[in-house]
């Protein structure tokens, strides 16, 4: 069972939005401005997509925003595209004994 | 621009200590926080430890009996050793670089990934 919890899947069509949750504790997610995303292709490494609760890196799309509202951070991708389609993961630093957690991990599927 | 890159055996016995190294190249090694990350087939991500240059570790306390992460700055390099492995330690094992630890959950960039099989 994973720290924080997110949908198993979400999915939309080509230049639709979606948005995945995911809710945590007030000891990580709603502690902390520290939540990540990570997008994961088939057989490759994660990829870091949004860091400290909405920031984005250098060469991420502006299509991918993160926000966060209390213990709950979501992942919103506008105008998707078939590229868009993966696994992607919510991250939180936490309080206590361990300092990182992961979600389960949304599987988003562009129709 | 920074690159990890595990190596170690692809395939432990049960019972045995699984060893992982992952190299550093391309970046400082000295200011940041280094980590391994698991993710069995099919599943999700699971963060195991990280240490930094002067060697303090943090572990996932589901397996901190079990583990141990060293590092070697004069080879930019850290490693993993997992001990009394079963058939649910098999998975992709990745180790990775986190910016701003110790309170941070960035996590970037990753290495391609270690595929450790535990099979007699």
């Known amino acids: 069972q994973s720290a924080l919890t997110q949908p198993a899947s979400v999915s939309g069509s080509p230049g639709q939005s979606i948005t995945i949750s995911c809710t945590g504790t007030s000891s990580d997610v709603g502690r902390y401005n520290l939540v990540s995303w990570y997008q994961q292709h088939p057989g490759k490494a994660p990829k870091i997509m949004i860091y400290?609760?909405?920031k984005r890196p250098s060469g991420v799309s502006n299509r991918f925003t993160g926000s966060k509202s209390g213990n709950t951070a979501s992942l919103t991708v506008s105008g998707l595209q078939a590229e868009d389609e993966a696994d992607y993961y919510c991250?939180?630093?936490?309080?206590?004994?361990?300092?990182?957690?992961f979600g389960g991990g949304t599987k988003l599927t562009v129709l | 621009q920074v690159q990890l890159q595990e190596s170690g055996p692809g395939l432990v016995k049960p019972s045995e200590t699984l060893s992982l190294t992952c190299t550093v190249s391309g970046g400082s090694f000295s200011i940041y926080y280094w980590s391994w990350i698991r993710q069995p087939a099919g599943k999700g991500l699971e963060w195991i430890g990280r240490i930094n240059r002067s060697g303090s570790t943090s572990y996932n306390p589901s397996l901190k009996s079990r583990v141990t992460v060293s590092i070697d700055t004069s080879k930019n390099q850290f490693s993993l050793k997992l001990t009394s492995v079963t058939a649910a330690d098999t998975a992709v094992y990745y180790c990775?670089?986190?910016?701003?630890?110790?309170?941070?959950?960035?996590?970037?960039?990753w290495g391609q990934g270690s595929l450790v099989t535990v099979s007699s």
């Open positions: 991250c939180s630093h936490a309080t206590g004994t361990t300092f990182v957690v």
């Open positions: 400290e609760d909405n």
């Open positions: 990775a670089r986190e910016v701003g630890a110790p309170s941070t959950s960035t996590i970037d960039p």
